[in-house]
Every structure is written in structure tokens, then in C-alpha cells.
């Protein structure tokens, strides 16, 4: 699952996209500016670092998320083939906004992060409106030389999204079922895709406070509150020297900010929520490690994330919360106390749940 990072020029886009995937900055130097970038960005998780604390596990694996850095957005660029080709290849949003203040680095007219969304999300919907008449061209086409029950879907469908999106509103607002998201999948509409705003804001000495508020501050707090979009705030200038510390240095800086920890934390983590993400995880002193799957996931298909013959094979599985696992205190006292339970493959299993599989394998 990946997450395409925009923004409109000078937001600190990228050198957030650096400091999340620890990109070597020397490696964009010469690189084309439009292009994309890929990188790996680790979910820093305190339920793995316990759970490998009590396994003394020799390897922990933590769960990733993968982020796109893209050139900066706009009308033009989405005319253009390779970045709207790009954006259509995320499967999620993170749109950086600029509140911070600064006269070093030029900004067009005020600070105001609600109309850069505005002006972004234009363009998104514009560009799926332009998308969606073309279709209803072809599909009306076809209807003309023989009607079929998929076509008269698929026209009723379109002629829903193109009033919406004539209405100004992005298709992640407009309520479909799960057949009507498959009916139009292959088109791959930017505005359907889940959006996460992040204000970049100025460094301060009640940075804690700050980002906490920044959200409401701003005027975030109603468009963060829609379908499938989310808020947060980071202060890209204090993210990039905790970057350059080691992890004590890092907690004291942050305690000095009245921070227990940093913006970049809650940002992956809201990024994985918005991907509609969960982790589960596997313990023991070999490896203990994070497992990604969707919200909602069978235990079966959870195998499957594992390997593939294990969700072939699978019986059951041993499972226990993370939490009630620390509490035991092993896996042997968690099953003595009955704590630890056998499920099975229609178990829908939970954010935080900790399992062994079972397999015939």
C-alpha cells in the first residue's frame, strides 16, 4: 500500500518525504523534478518494542509504509502524463500544507492552508470530471448499438459521480457500495482516493501545544472530519533535527517541546490508518515482528500475510491481545490462565492481537 505525498511548491514536501524514508538527500541533486520518488517509512509501534522486550527476541520487524514523493501539484502538472500516471498509482493522499511563517523561502499571497486545499482539490475533481464525461461518451455509445444491465449500471454510476463532481465535491464524499467502487476501480479517479492534510507549521516553544491545536487553528477540523480524510500536524523544521540525533538525544529535545513524541510518528501512523491498515503481530525470541493487513481481515487470510501456505493449510489460530500477553507475562502462563484462545478462520482479527498459527501444512 502506498501513500503519494503533494503539495503545492515550498510546502517542505519533500524534505518531509526525506526525513520519513531516510532518502539521502544527495540522491535527488541532479534527478528530473518531476520525478517521482520511492521510499520505505518504518510504524514506529511501543506494542512490537514490548512484546520483543518480553520475547528477548533477537530481530524485531516492524510494519512499513511506502511513500511517494511527488513533484509539486497544479493544474499543469496534472496534464502532465508521468505525474498524473504517479498520483493514479497511490492508494492514498498525504497532502502537506504550509503554516509556517518564513521570509526566506517565497509564498504567493498569505499563509492559508484551507484554500491550498481548496485550490488542490479543484483540480483533483476537475480532472475526474474530465475523466468521467469521456466515459459517459463511449458508454453512451455503446448504449445506443445494444443496452446491457452492466452498461445501464455503469451509466447511472458515472452520471451519480459527474454531479457530484460538477457539485465541487471529491468522490471520497460520495457514498457507493462495494460494486459500484469495483465497477469504477479501473479508472482510478484521484479525488475517490483517501486524502490526509498535514500542516507544516513554525517551530516554537510550545511546539507541543502548537500541533496539537494546529488543526482547529487553522480551520481543518470540518474537512478533516469527511469521508475517508484525516488532519495532523508536523513541524518539518524540528522534524529534520531529531532526524540528525540518536534516541536519548531525541526524547530529551522533545521533552524540552512538551512533546512525548515527534509529529513524524502520529504522521505514519495516520497514514496507515487512512489505508485502512491494522497490524497483528507473531512473537518469539527468533523474531518478533508486525504483519500489515486490512481492517476487518479473517484469521485465514491474516495467515496469508504470513505465507501463503499457511492461509492453504490453515486449523486455527492461537491469539491473544497484545496487552493481556505483557500481562501474563509468556505465552504458558497467558494459556494457563486461558487467556491465550483457539480461533477460527472466520475470526475477524483485531489491531493489537498477537497470533500463532495453526496449519496442516
Not at 522534524?239 to 517541546?257: I, P, T
Not at 501512523?269 to 497483528?280: H, N, P, Q
Not at 476487518?296 to 496469508?304: D, L, T, V
Request: include cysteine; charged fraction near 30%.
Amino acid at each position: 500500500m502506498k501513500s503519494g505525498i503533494i503539495g503545492l511548491p515550498q510546502v517542505g514536501k519533500t524534505s518531509l518525504f526525506r526525513i520519513l524514508t531516510k532518502a539521502k538527500t544527495d540522491s535527488f541533486g541532479h534527478a528530473n523534478p518531476r520525478e517521482a520518488h520511492l521510499g520505505i517509512a518504518r510504524v514506529p509501534d511501543v506494542r512490537l518494542d514490548k512484546l520483543a522486550a518480553l520475547a528477548n527476541a533477537r530481530k524485531i520487524v516492524y510494519a512499513t509504509v511506502e511513500y511517494t514523493d511527488l513533484a509539486a501539484i497544479g493544474e499543469d502538472a496534472l496534464k502532465e502524463t508521468n505525474f498524473l500516471q504517479s498520483l493514479r498509482n497511490v492508494d492514498a493522499i498525504v497532502h502537506v500544507l504550509r503554516a509556517f511563517e518564513d521570509d526566506t523561502i517565497p509564498h504567493v499571497g498569505p499563509i492559508d492552508p484551507l484554500r491550498d486545499i481548496g485550490n488542490v482539490e479543484i483540480d483533483l475533481i476537475v480532472s475526474d470530471l474530465t475523466q468521467i464525461e469521456k466515459r459517459l461518451e463511449r458508454v453512451a455509445k455503446d448504449m445506443k448499438k445494444a443496452k446491457t444491465p452492466e452498461t445501464e449500471r455503469e451509466h447511472a454510476l458515472l452520471l451519480r459521480c459527474k454531479a457530484q463532481t460538477e457539485a465541487g465535491k471529491p468522490l471520497r464524499e460520495m457514498e457507493m457500495t462495494a460494486e459500484e467502487k469495483k465497477l469504477i476501480r479501473g479508472f482510478v479517479f484521484l479525488s475517490q482516493k483517501p486524502i490526509l492534510y498535514v500542516l507544516n507549521i513554525s517551530e516554537s516553544s510550545t511546539l507541543g501545544a502548537d500541533l496539537d491545536a494546529a488543526v482547529e487553528k487553522y480551520g481543518l477540523t470540518e474537512v478533516a472530519s469527511r469521508p475517508n480524510s484525516g488532519a495532523t500536524a508536523i513541524c518539518g523544521k524540528v522534524e529534520a533535527e531529531l532526524a540528525e540525533m540518536d534516541d536519548d538525544e531525541a526524547a530529551e529535545f522533545l521533552e524540552g517541546y512538551g512533546l512525548s513524541e515527534s509529529g513524524l510518528v502520529r504522521l505514519i501512523r495516520k497514514s496507515y490508518e487512512l489505508l485502512g491498515l491494522v497490524s497483528f503481530f507473531t512473537f518469539g525470541e527468533p523474531e518478533t515482528r508486525a504483519w500489515t493487513i486490512p481492517v476487518n481481515c479473517r484469521a485465514q487470510e491474516a495467515a496469508g500475510a504470513i505465507h501463503s501456505d499457511l492461509e492453504k493449510h490453515f486449523i486455527r489460530a492461537e491469539t491473544i491481545h497484545w496487552d493481556a500477553l505483557l500481562a501474563a507475562g509468556s505465552e504458558a502462563a497467558a494459556r494457563a490462565q486461558g487467556t491465550l484462545r483457539l480461533e477460527g478462520k472466520d475470526y475477524p482479527v483485531k489491531d493489537g492481537d498477537v497470533l500463532n498459527i495453526r496449519h496442516s501444512g
